[in-house]
């Protein structure tokens, strides 16, 4: 499948072309999205939206896919599944029926983003979602890049680095879900796909766009080929997302979408985004279901900064013990930035998982938080923070958020964001990032705080 450019005599890359149809007008007169975003889950899907709101796009979130059309000034749509961990098969289904709606709004380019840390199984499904995506669009080179160096991810070589240690060696590898045992993202990628996969060494991306477009133009010659790229620093995402300029689809993390504002500022598409934040007063409280070792340690930060805490153990969530009812009195009696955490050591969970089933605890910890979600804001709560993105998808279905406005970065990669129409303020952290004082610094900007 390709698609024929009317406003070009030939295609850059085979099978491929951002301009595959004319931009769709709304009524206003203005011109309707111009890249549209699929992200498997809500922390990466909101560190997406901060990176191209950053960027100067007018940027807007959306919790699932949509049923009518975005506001006619939304210049980049990022809609936020919960697919991660799913079965492949309704990850693949979901990602394709949130692209046929972002198609319908006229977007000229796609971006598949996932965790910076290429969270998956040899199963998927980042690459099933991936190969679907980019067989409907007829996409030939295929970019897959989950660097982010200003939280310390780094490919080098085709291998992912966390800091100063490969993924394998990170603490990943202890993932109760998705645990990550191997580095070189080309072998990962090659067990979940039956396309070719290349790789764009750093050697090339070093050198600058030119090269890593022509590298790209080679991979693709004869269809469909995912490349993984290296990038140590700022100026390799740059200029990657500089070369795939003409590239229908791009995937990875959020780092590799740092070019393309760019990109549409130079074909005059955007402007320059000055949208206003304002912060939301009331009551807060914080969320975390991940295991990371970062929110581990930013929990022991808050509760040795005098913040009351609440441990919730998997046993006494599986017999019953604790309810999003006495969660929510618990909070409300407590003063500062009260947190109720599941995140214990790895040796822990994994005895709970042990005892009850890996899916049973996951699902049952993901609805308590999802109801306790829901029942803070009934309670009164205006600025929630979630930690982990499991926990994050299950707090924005609890509080049935349909979209999102893209406030300031709280750390890289975590944007404040304000639920449109409500006076919600939220704050979805990936279980990776963060400074160690995040809970409170997050609570604080939530609220307007500098």
């Known amino acids: 499948m390709s698609f024929w450019c009317r406003n070009a ?68 749509g990022v809609v936020a599944l919960k697919s991660r961990t799913i079965p492949v098969a309704e990850a693949v289904r979901q990602s394709l029926e949130a692209l046929a709606w972002l198609r319908s709004q ?41 660097a982010f160096p200003a939280t310390g991810r780094t490919v080098y070589q085709g291998h992912l680095f966390v800091n100063d240690r490969l993924l394998s060696e990170s603490g990943m590898e202890n993932h ?80 590799i979408a740092l070019g393309l504002p760019e990109n549409f500022r130079a074909q005059g598409l955007i402007g320059s985004s000055t949208a206003l934040w304002t912060g939301v007063v009331g009551r807060a409280a914080a969320l975390a279901g991940s295991v990371s070792t970062a929110t581990r340690r930013q929990v022991g930060v808050h509760r040795d900064a005098g913040h009351p805490t609440f441990e919730l153990g998997a046993d006494a ?8 009812a006495s969660l929510t009195e618990w909070v409300l009696a407590q003063s500062g930035v009260p947190l109720i955490y599941s995140s214990a050591d790895p040796e822990t969970v994994a005895a709970a998982q042990q005892r009850h089933g890996k899916e049973a605890v996951a699902t049952a910890i993901e609805r308590l938080f999802a109801a306790t979600a829901a029942a ?27 979209s999102l406005e893209i406030g300031p970065e709280i750390d890289p990669g975590v944007p404040a964001v304000r639920v449109e129409g409500r006076e919600l303020a939220l704050a979805l952290k990936s279980g990776n990032f963060g400074a160690d004082d995040f809970f409170a610094k997050a609570a604080a900007r939530l609220g307007g705080e500098a």
């Open 106 to 146: 006229g977007c000229r380019q796609f971006f598949f983003k996932y965790c910076s840390t290429f969270d998956s199984t040899d199963e998927g499904n980042i690459g099933p979602v991936g190969e679907a995506i980019a067989r409907e669009l007829g996409a030939g080179a295929v970019i897959v890049c989950p």
């Open 376 to 402: 803070l804001v009934e309670a009164g709560i205006t600025r929630l923070v979630s930690a982990g993105g499991e926990t994050s998808g299950a707090v924005v279905t609890g509080l049935d958020v349909q």
């Open 9 to 76: 005599m030939e295609r850059p890359f085979p099978g491929s072309c951002i301009c595959m149809q004319e931009p769709v007008r709304h009524q206003a007169g203005s011109y309707s999205m111009i890249l549209g975003c699929i992200g498997d889950d809500f922390t990466g899907s909101s560190d997406l939206a901060n990176t191209l709101a950053k960027g100067g796009m007018r940027t807007v979130q959306y919790s699932g896919v949509p049923t009518g059309d975005a506001a006619p000034d939304v210049e980049a």
């Open 317 to 324: 969530v599986m017999a019953g013990e604790v309810t999003a």
């Open 176 to 255: 109760p879900l998705t645990p990550m045992r191997d580095a070189d993202l080309r072998r990962v990628l090659a067990r979940q796909t039956d396309a070719p996969v290349s790789h764009v060494p750093y050697g090339v991306v070093a050198k600058g766009e030119d090269a890593i477009a022509d590298a790209l133009r080679q991979a693709g010659a004869d269809g469909l080929c995912f490349v993984i790229t290296d990038a140590v620093l700022d100026a390799d995402l740059h200029a990657t997302g500089h070369a795939a300029r003409d590239l229908p689809l791009i995937t990875g993390g959020s780092g």
